[in-house]
């Protein structure tokens, strides 16, 4: 398959993952074993990383996303990488540039403000010695979503 037809198999699989090799075959034009191939090689690449689900996180008990923003000394950011890894409130985290000079950006989740105070009072005591500066964007899952989460889009950029 050509890679611009490989890239469009992403692109479908991004939309929709649960669509059938036949369904994804009708629509790119190619031959069902075609794309199963192509499928298995995306993932080989590291094209795909998973397939998931995008839950409602209210129904799953979630009341508040965090979008925490530190300065945090560089050595220290490669000694958390462990920790930060193996916390299953992080989504996401990832060293960066901008923003009142914060290097360090992490996106977490947490099931009420309790929960969240426990989590940064943790971060807190145990990064304090590294950590010159640190805030917070709290987005309440219950309020007012002006676009839900999703990559569907990704293909569409231009």
């Known amino acids: ?13 991004i939309k929709n993952s649960k669509r059938s090799d036949r ?7 190619v031959s069902q074993p075609t794309i199963t191939r192509t ?52 989504l996401f985290a990832s060293t960066g540039t901008g923003l009142h000079g914060f290097n360090c950006a992490i996106v977490s989740l947490h099931k009420d403000f309790t929960d969240f105070d426990q989590f940064m009072s943790d971060i807190r005591s145990r990064w304090a010695a590294n950590i010159t500066d640190i805030d917070n964007f709290l987005v309440p899952l219950r309020g007012m979503t002006l676009k839900d989460f999703s990559f569907k889009q990704i293909g569409e950029i231009k």
């Open 39 to 90: 499928r298995k090689k995306l993932e080989k690449k590291g094209y795909i990383r998973g397939y998931t689900a995008l839950p409602d996180l209210t129904k799953l008990g979630y009341e508040i996303a965090a979008f925490t923003f530190m300065n945090i000394a560089q050595s220290d950011i490669k000694a958390r990488i462990k920790e930060i890894k193996e916390n299953p409130k992080i």
């Open 1 to 13: 398959m050509p890679k611009e037809k490989m890239i469009k198999l992403l692109y479908e699989l």
């Open 23 to 29: 369904d994804l075959a009708k629509i790119l034009k």
